[in-house]
């Protein structure tokens, strides 16, 4: 039951490029997506989130769009660099319940030098 | 900056034996979770606790699993008698209010099941 896809589990970007990660997502009872980046050996660390009423939010080199009827979202970094290269999670809930989140497999970012 | 501290980084033991596993969630978090990953799949809800009380749980989370807030900051995850199946990595989330989404993750308690 896969409500939350990462359909590339990798993605390599030439430093000072632009990285876009993309994910889509099933549910259309979710109303709030989440980015988590992961380093190994850690655990998420929270990157960027959006509201369902909105369809872009940004903070600094990081950016979330969303389509809500294609209910597909996307994460630009904006310029890459080596630092960012880690796994990145797309997450997503619902204001029903406990507001748990559903989490995408995640993809790998490579920032080459 | 504040952030969720999870004991011990890494966790063996043998198929049957019980482990409790530690979270100290962010202090003035009013919401708090489980998850984990097993190796190589993707990060899944265990169980959300508020209010001293399981708010929702997974169907993971069966009999075999308890949590507690025995105390004002610390927050355990129990596996009763632990399977093969059990080993993963386990993370802790805290959320602070009504109307926030974000949740904040510790690093993960690793625990082996031999």
């Known amino acids: 039951d896969q409500q939350v896809k990462q359909n590339s589990p990798s993605l390599s970007v030439q430093e000072g490029r632009i990285s876009i990660l993309n994910c889509d997502y099933t549910n259309s009872m979710f109303d709030y997506f989440l980015w988590y980046k992961k380093y190994p050996a850690e655990g998420p660390t929270f990157l960027i989130s959006i509201s369902s009423i909105k369809d872009k939010n940004e903070d600094g080199r990081f950016t979330v769009f969303l389509n809500k009827s294609a209910k597909h979202l996307s994460l630009h970094i904006v310029p890459s660099q080596p630092g960012d290269s880690a796994v990145y999670f797309c997450?997503?809930?619902?204001?029903?319940?406990?507001?748990?989140?559903?989490f995408g497999k995640g993809t790998k970012l490579s920032v080459i030098p | 900056e504040p952030e969720v501290t999870q004991t011990p980084s890494h966790q063996v033991t043998q198929m049957g034996q019980e482990v409790i596993l530690r979270c100290v969630p962010i202090s003035n978090h009013l919401y708090f979770y489980w998850y984990r990953q097993i190796l190589g799949q993707k990060v899944e809800f265990l169980v959300s606790f508020y209010n001293n009380e399981i708010s929702e749980k997974s169907e993971i989370f069966d009999d075999q699993f308890s949590v507690e807030r025995p105390d004002g900051s610390n927050f355990t995850l129990k596996i009763r008698s632990t399977k093969l199946e059990d080993s993963a990595m386990y993370f802790c989330?805290?959320?602070?209010?009504?109307?926030?989404?974000?949740?904040?993750f510790g690093p993960g308690t690793r625990l082996t099941v031999t």
């Open positions: 997450a997503a809930s619902s204001g029903a319940g406990s507001y748990q989140l559903t």
């Open positions: 989330a805290s959320r602070s209010t009504d109307i926030s989404y974000e949740q904040y």
